[in-house]
């Protein structure tokens, strides 16, 4: 018996679209995969982000990535990003705060950058560590809050490799200071004795310090 052309068409239509579902599920977005609540605490989604960065998201090849720790150190280096998946990673529940208004609570996860800093054997000067990123932007944090708060350098966010729109492939997970100290991106560690540096948004009248509890802009 032949099948009518139309009934044919239908059913051909049916698989297409049962076999396309399940195919795609493999392709869920990220905010799908990632953790909701950590220790009780809801977690946001990537959408609590607003893309507010200087020269639009970067995208960076990660087979020519080398971090870069350097400046005022005895035995500055280099390490791709194979070679930092190696060394020892830390969980932190930190909240971002932009000065635009709206807030980020994420379960970070990264490097420890003072196990970074000590590496290059710095010198006993460094009182500043400068973060450079590779859209040029530069922001700064002293040595003594990294060391007291255990600052992270973080390449994963609620448990997924950090996005590019957050930092791909890291992002400084500078709690308790306004998003502008959060360097994305970053490329360059540059250990200093400049307690006067100011970076990107710096140069505009923010607060170098970048504190929550202080006054935004420098007077």
């Given at each position: 018996?032949?099948?009518?052309?139309?009934i044919?068409?239908g059913?051909?239509?049916?698989?297409?679209?049962?076999?396309?579902?399940t195919?795609?599920?493999?392709?869920a977005?990220?905010?799908v995969?990632?953790v909701?609540e950590?220790?009780?605490?809801?977690?946001?989604?990537?959408?609590?982000f607003?893309?507010?960065s200087?020269?639009?998201?970067?995208?960076v090849?990660?087979e020519?990535y080398?971090?870069k720790?350097?400046?005022?150190?005895?035995?500055?280096y280099?390490?791709n990003?194979?070679?930092l998946?190696e060394l020892?990673?830390?969980?932190?529940?930190?909240?971002?705060h932009?000065?635009?208004g709206w807030?980020?609570?994420?379960?970070?996860e990264?490097?420890?950058?003072?196990?970074l800093?000590?590496?290059?054997?710095p010198?006993?000067?460094?009182?500043?560590v400068?973060?450079?990123s590779?859209?040029s932007y530069t922001?700064?944090?002293?040595?003594?809050?990294?060391?007291?708060?255990?600052?992270i350098?973080?390449?994963?966010?609620?448990?997924?490799?950090?996005p590019p729109?957050?930092?791909f492939p890291?992002?400084v997970?500078?709690?308790d200071k306004?998003?502008y100290?959060?360097?994305?991106?970053?490329?360059e560690?540059?250990?200093s004795?400049?307690?006067?540096?100011?970076?990107?948004w710096?140069?505009?009248g923010?607060?170098?310090?970048?504190?929550?509890?202080?006054p935004?802009f420098?007077?």
């Open positions: 018996m032949k099948i009518p052309i139309l044919l068409i059913i051909i239509a049916v698989v297409i679209i049962v076999f396309g579902v195919n795609g599920m493999n392709d977005p990220l905010d995969v990632t909701r950590y220790q009780g605490v809801k977690l946001d989604d990537l959408s609590a607003r893309e507010n200087i020269k639009g998201v970067q995208y090849n990660i020519e080398a971090l720790i350097g400046g005022l150190a005895e035995t500055p280099f390490m990003y194979s070679e998946q020892q990673h830390v969980e932190k529940l930190v909240t971002l932009c000065v635009e807030t980020a609570k994420m379960l970070w990264g490097i420890p950058l003072m196990d800093i000590e590496k290059a054997d010198d006993d000067r460094v009182t500043n400068i973060f450079k590779t859209d922001t700064s944090l002293t040595l003594d809050y990294i060391r007291e708060r255990n600052i350098l973080a390449d994963k966010l609620n448990g997924i490799e950090l729109a957050q930092g890291f992002i997970v500078a709690e306004w998003g100290k959060w360097a994305r991106w970053v490329e560690i540059e250990l004795d400049d307690d006067k540096y100011r970076g990107y710096e140069e505009f923010y607060s170098k310090d970048g504190s929550l509890d202080k935004m420098d007077r």
